[in-house]
């Protein structure tokens, strides 16, 4: 027979992927063990239970790692940056979970980082599950990964994912210390995107290709410039070298099937009409072969100063 405590923990459970700890219940370990044996829950170790029933999911696996850790613990490095939506899928097979308390075991269900310095205000909530916010998720990833990647983030969690230049810098003045890795790529990237002029990038492929002409010893162009005549606005545009060469990158989102191309072959005639040309590129293009696409690059630049001259 279900009974109303089984519902409440039901409910806990439900909250939380079909996962829970038994020190969120008022069960103990003889009346867990009788549901154990009814095959109502599962005795996943430590404490931890698994409502029958439930799929499993990769949120589950997260709330696993969060119950086995201590409290105010959050989800954290890149499984935080999937909870973000923040571009990227490195590892989402692992779980990582950030705590500010003392370590007495090894964890079972999650890397689980140890750090000095957790404030409530570094912690969010996403989909109902603690986690790091943007700008600590970002800090703690500069340890391991490398400063183009890190760069994509802050672009991103500036851009689009509601993280506030503000909440940028506070967080690196207050982790940014002399010796720890991920330090100097922070401090220089965040410097460099309060520079008044400074344009986020809006895609992972703007990056790559930004990456690629610092790479190549190309000029950088302007970024995501509104293009026009006198009568009428045309479009923004990815990037821009003045006077009259457009780069666009067609990502697949945006640039894929019959009706996209024609949009896009439409928009490109009208830069024409006002003496501008357009270079499209593609995420092969620019990843997958960089070096013949900056010597493209390169070609039509020297091809429209010389026309200019």
């Given at each position: 027979?279900?009974?109303?405590?089984?519902?409440?923990?039901?409910?806990?459970?439900?909250?939380?992927?079909?996962?829970?700890?038994?020190?969120?219940?008022?069960?103990?370990?003889?009346?867990?063990?009788?549901?154990?044996?009814?095959?109502?829950?599962?005795?996943?170790?430590?404490?931890?239970?698994?409502?029958?029933?439930?799929?499993?999911?990769?949120?589950?696996?997260?709330?696993?790692?969060?119950?086995?850790?201590?409290?105010?613990?959050?989800?954290?490095?890149?499984?935080?940056?999937?909870?973000h939506r923040l571009p990227g899928d490195r590892r989402l097979d692992e779980?990582?979970?950030?705590?500010?308390?003392?370590?007495?075991?090894?964890?079972?269900?999650?890397?689980?980082?140890?750090?000095?310095?957790?404030?409530?205000?570094?912690?969010?909530?996403?989909?109902?599950?603690?986690?790091?916010?943007?700008?600590?998720?970002?800090?703690?990833?500069?340890?391991?990964?490398?400063?183009?990647?890190?760069?994509?983030?802050?672009?991103?969690?500036?851009?689009?994912?509601?993280?506030?230049?503000?909440?940028?810098?506070?967080?690196?003045?207050?982790?940014?210390?002399?010796?720890?890795?991920?330090?100097?790529?922070?401090?220089?990237?965040?410097?460099?995107?309060?520079?008044?002029?400074?344009?986020?990038?809006?895609?992972?492929?703007?990056?790559?290709?930004?990456?690629?002409?610092?790479?190549?010893?190309?000029?950088?162009?302007?970024?995501?410039?509104?293009?026009?005549?006198?009568?009428?606005?045309?479009?923004?545009?990815?990037?821009?070298?003045?006077?009259?060469?457009?780069?666009?990158?067609?990502?697949?989102?945006?640039?894929?099937?019959?009706?996209?191309?024609?949009?896009?072959?439409?928009?490109?005639?009208?830069?024409?009409?006002?003496?501008?040309?357009?270079?499209?590129?593609?995420?092969?293009?620019?990843?997958?072969?960089?070096?013949?696409?900056?010597?493209?690059?390169?070609?039509?630049?020297?091809?429209?100063?010389?026309?200019?001259?």
């Open positions: 027979m279900t009974t109303t405590l089984d519902r409440d923990i039901a409910e806990i459970a439900r909250a939380q992927h079909g996962v829970f700890a038994l020190r969120q219940s008022p069960v103990d370990s003889d009346a867990a063990r009788q549901r154990v044996d009814r095959g109502r829950w599962t005795d996943l170790g430590r404490g931890l239970f698994l409502v029958a029933g439930s799929p499993a999911t990769w949120r589950q696996e997260l709330w696993l790692g969060l119950l086995e850790a201590p409290p105010e613990s959050a989800v954290s490095h890149w499984p935080a940056a999937q909870l779980v990582h979970v950030l705590t500010s308390v003392d370590l007495d075991h090894r964890a079972r269900h999650s890397h689980l980082h140890q750090t000095r310095h957790l404030p409530p205000e570094h912690v969010t909530t996403v989909d109902g599950i603690p986690c790091t916010t943007i700008a600590r998720t970002i800090f703690d990833l500069a340890r391991t990964e490398s400063p183009k990647w890190i760069g994509i983030l802050l672009d991103a969690g500036l851009h689009r994912r509601g993280m506030t230049a503000e909440q940028m810098v506070d967080t690196t003045l207050r982790l940014a210390k002399r010796g720890r890795t991920g330090t100097r790529t922070m401090r220089n990237l965040v410097a460099e995107r309060m520079d008044p002029s400074y344009v986020p990038t809006e895609s992972v492929l703007e990056a790559e290709f930004v990456a690629l002409c610092r790479a190549y010893g190309l000029p950088e162009p302007e970024r995501q410039v509104l293009l026009g005549d006198e009568h009428d606005t045309i479009g923004r545009v990815d990037f821009f070298y003045r006077p009259d060469l457009v780069i666009e990158l067609d990502g697949r989102a945006f640039h894929c099937g019959p009706a996209a191309e024609a949009r896009d072959a439409q928009r490109d005639l009208r830069f024409c009409t006002i003496g501008v040309g357009v270079l499209r590129l593609t995420w092969h293009e620019v990843v997958r072969d960089p070096a013949a696409t900056a010597r493209r690059v390169r070609r039509r630049l020297e091809r429209s100063r010389s026309v200019g001259s």
